[in-house]
């Protein structure tokens, strides 16, 4: 969904008042310099190991963010109305606004790669769908890492202690919508599910009786309960107000004095500290600078730098995890030597094996004026729905843009399993994923003067392609390079196309017969044979913004791999990465649930070290 210039208007002209007390924006406010742990990045993994950190009053935590202007996700409405959550990224004051290099499987073509620059991270920007991924993905970890203690039996426990199910807004008998068993109602963070009604609903779940090949999911949170099907969506989010790591994990340890957040804070690079017994070097310092255009004076932006007495904990994310490791000497030894950085620990798998989910959004034409575009074009009615968001945290602005979605499997007898290996890590885990939004959903892609729209977006969840992010130069304020290297495997195109080909199915359902009048545009039109479908597939499809595994986890006596199990950085000492960088492949649902159970864990695994 692309902001019209009246909601860019009103949500850049209405803020609500932040109320982070312990925040500073400038580095002259730190009263000191040393803290037994510094966190780099205030994003999801971050703020919930500062959180767990500091409930001991003893332990000292600075968070290092380098969102800027300050950008509070408590202050932003559309960080925090949830159907305003694809207007909060791109090319905005809390994006990165990174782009993409020519993707060959692409057609060549470049696109914008959101990652959320403000407190909470994506948290405060993405799509807030809420899962955690299956138990065969943890299973898979645990058999990958040598570390049983990533395996979903004892992953699963954490989620009482992260989720917190609450009501959906409207107060709708849910029976049959989630199963109650594998949720928490007590922990940190809200999660509901639709409580906003679209009028595309009733059709969706009639599909499901109607189709075999799309039958009804009661819960979509994943682990051990299958995510095949189709059912409701779960969102980070309660009392239609998004769900953030801020405004969870940070608010909650707010009050907390051996806690300090610093925004407008770019780091550098990672500081050597010394050589261990063993030989290990160690990283326990942190250079930065305020974020450009933050510096109130010409001196503002010298390099400061800050100390760990106990560890340097990196959560900035898939992007900037590796970007940072990279500035700090840590990487592929030709990689670096190429950008003149001098290189301390030679790791080649540092910013390699990226995977990422992708996004195709296949647009329909319908019949009447009952999707939501009707509404987003006139603007006495985005003002009742904006009024009513305001006034009571109710109706369509507090309500995801999708409440329906689903995922599915290639089928095992296909032919593409005759050439290619099966990326999934079970046979219970999806290839593919579909959302259903009644609403004119194509990023960069302004939503038409007239026409109703129904979009039926397709995800490829278990990619075999893997891409890279390396250094675009050894200044730290340069954007890095980063490459998905999207559709370059007969798997992956194989699979869209399949997907496209179901996606079809599902829009002809009888239930949909009196409202699809059709494909929208020539391109999605013309896609009608593999040929043609896959040339559809190659000139539209982005990304959903899920990158991981840039990072990755392995065994301790891996020859491969950025971290051991324990998520401290192989060769060095004092140095651990918490984010979705550490995960070896990428988790089969949208991510930010698995995150948070990774970061809780992570945070018992840092104290029991401590």
Known sequence: MQPSKLLSFVFASLLVTPSLGVTLTRSSQLSTHTYDYVIIGAGNAGLVIANRLTENPNVSVLVLEAGVRRVFDQGVIAAEAPFLGPTVTP?????????????????????????????????????????????????????????????????????????????????????????????????????????????????????????????YNEDMSGGSHSLLGVGFVQSSAGGGVRSSSSTTYLAQANGRPNLTVLINATVLKLVQTGVTRTGLKSFRSVQFASSPGTATTPAGNLPITVTARQEVILSAGSVGTTQILQLSGIGKKQDLQAVNITTLIDNPSVGYNLSDHTLLPNIFSVQGDLSFDHILRDSADVTAVLDQWIANKTGMFANNIVNNFGFARIPSNATIFQTSADPAPGPKSPHWEIIISNVWFNPGIPLPPTGSFMTIVVVLITPSSRGSIKLRSNNPFDKPLIDPNMLATDFDIFTMREAVKAIGRFAGAPAFSDYVVGPFGDSFSAAVDDSSIDAYVRGLMTTIFHPVSTASMSSVHASSGVVNPDLKVKGADGLRIVDASVFPLIPSSHPQGAVYLLAERASDLIKAQA
């Open 91 to 215: 090319n905005t004051p809390y994006d990165w606004n990174y782009t993409v290099v020519p993707q060959q499987g692409l057609n060549g073509r470049t696109f914008p790669y959101p990652r959320g620059r403000l407190l909470g991270g994506c948290s405060s920007a993405n799509y807030l769908f809420h899962q955690y991924g299956t138990d065969e993905d943890w299973d898979n970890l645990a058999r990958v890492s040598g570390d049983s203690g990533w395996s979903w039996n004892n992953i699963k426990g954490y989620i009482q202690k992260h989720e917190k199910f609450t009501p959906p807004i409207d107060g709708h008998n849910t029976t049959d919508q989630f199963i109650p068993s594998l949720h928490g109602f007590h922990g940190v963070l809200p999660v509901s599910l639709p409580g906003n009604n679209q009028t595309i609903d009733p059709r969706v779940l009639a599909t499901t009786q109607e189709l075999a090949e799309f039958p």
